[in-house]
């Protein structure tokens, strides 16, 4: 028998259950797709500010992934 009717509490020893959107990648989108727009809006063509965007974010994982590499992880 289920005692707990809502599946967003928690109990003894379990991490709660969310049903929000990650922040970080939400706000990421948001900030992806108004870089997107405002380039488009200041006349750039439509395929130049994709692939602009998308090599932009292509170079940021990768020098994300470089200083995550160059700090060792436990000290």
Same mark, same amino acid.
């Given at each position: 028998? *289920?005692?707990?009717? *809502?599946? /967003?509490?928690t109990?003894?020893?379990? $991490?709660? @259950?969310?049903?929000? +959107?990650p /922040? %970080?990648? $939400? %706000?990421? +989108? +948001?900030? =992806?797709?108004? @870089?997107?727009? !405002?380039?488009?809006?200041?006349?750039? /063509? &439509? $395929?130049?500010a994709a !692939?602009? =965007? $998308? !090599?932009?974010?292509? &170079?940021?994982?990768?020098? =994300?992934?470089? &200083?995550? *590499?160059?700090?060792?992880?436990?000290?």
């Amino acid at each position: 028998m *289920n005692r707990n009717p *809502n599946p /967003a509490r928690t109990q003894r020893g379990q $991490a709660p @259950v969310s049903q929000l +959107v990650p /922040a %970080v990648p $939400a %706000v990421m +989108v +948001v900030l =992806v797709l108004g @870089v997107f727009t !405002v380039l488009v809006l200041t006349g750039m /063509a &439509l $395929a130049t500010a994709a !692939v602009t =965007v $998308a !090599v932009g974010g292509i &170079l940021g994982i990768e020098l =994300v992934r470089r &200083l995550m *590499n160059l700090f060792p992880t436990r000290r």
